[in-house]
């Protein structure tokens, strides 16, 4: 898949800043994990100008798939070819494919309906995730707790697998949709940091696994090239043991985005900047969902209906 998340958003409990650890890692481990490593302002993708570069390939993409009566914006178009190495027929294929699911979920039309915004807001204490707003390139980043989950809760979440990867494209469409900045360059890619502090061995339950397995199958097949980083933080030492279970749902390429560390890197700080992040990331932002759970998650995606609305 082009993008691995733990649940709807993505995936101990930490008692505030002053427990934060820091620190800067190698580039890789003796399990050979990919460890987070020096990033550059010159890492970003710049979708635009690869569109130009790309241009009459996404336009004859384009123009099958008016034949097939189906419109799809430039973006989308680009991410397609991206994601089956600008094979053409592929990528019609796959976008056919897209089309008729979305048509059988109503996935966007579910962001307007208030029952299940309601689901996809209870879903967010449960997997303790949130949109936190842009890094300082304009891309969304959600962050989710996956080391802090209550396991029983998680597990009787997924019982109803069809609404649980639902709510997890419900997910996808807000970070497609949440504004950028004009200066963007990045009209897609979007950031996950999953935080592991807490991580336990009940966390490798299989019924889980297959969960993932499942929302994996759905950002694969329906939103290919949308991560532009995945940083997995305060990653205990035996997390190799839960990443080797889900190492087989990832492709190469979102593999090579994922950076671990066993605390919170300070590239990461770099890369994204500190105004989106909470403390507890070494960010500004004090007493926000999911650290401070008596804060009050994000409006997200109401914001983005009211601007379609008006």
């Known amino acids: 898949m082009q993008q691995a998340q733990m649940g709807p958003g993505a995936m101990g409990n930490m008692a505030g800043a002053g427990q ?24 970003l993708l710049d979708r635009y100008e690869l569109a130009k570069s790309r241009r009459p390939e996404i336009e004859s993409l384009g123009d099958e798939l008016k ?119 990045d009209p897609r890619g979007f950031v996950l940091i999953v935080d592991m502090e807490g991580l336990g061995i009940w966390h490798l339950q299989p019924r889980l696994i297959s969960a ?24 205990p030492w035996y997390f190799t043991s839960l990443f080797a279970m889900i190492r087989p749902f990832l492709n190469e390429d979102t593999y090579t985005k994922i950076h671990f560390s066993r605390y919170v890197p300070d590239n ?13 990331l070494g960010g500004l932002r004090a007493g926000i969902f999911p650290y401070s759970l008596d804060a009050s998650p994000s409006r997200h995606p109401e914001p983005l209906l009211a601007a379609v609305q008006t």
């Open 212 to 235: 993932f397995a499942a929302v994996s199958q759905i950002d694969e097949s329906h939103y290919p090239d949308t991560v532009a980083h995945i940083f997995v933080v305060n990653a």
């Open 67 to 185: 034949r097939d009566g189906i419109e799809v914006d430039e973006q989308e178009l680009l991410a397609f070819l991206r994601a089956t190495n600008f094979d053409q027929q592929e990528a019609r294929a796959r976008l056919l494919d897209t089309t008729d699911w979305r048509a059988a979920t109503l996935v966007k039309e579910k962001l307007h309906c208030s029952d299940w915004r309601a689901k996809e807001l209870a879903m967010r204490s449960i997997l303790l995730y949130d949109y936190v707003g842009a890094d300082k390139h304009g891309r969304p980043v959600l962050i989710e707790r996956v080391g802090a989950w209550d396991i029983q809760a998680v597990l009787d979440a997924t019982e109803d697998l069809e609404k649980f990867t639902i709510l997890h494209a419900m997910a996808d469409e807000t970070l497609l949709q949440m504004q950028r900045p004009a200066t963007a360059t």
């Open 20 to 43: 934060m650890r820091h620190k800067h890692e190698e580039t890789k481990n003796q399990c050979g994990l990919h460890l987070c490593v020096a990033m550059s302002d010159g890492d």
């Open 268 to 280: 990461m700080l770099q890369c994204l900047g500190e105004d989106c992040l909470p403390v507890e």
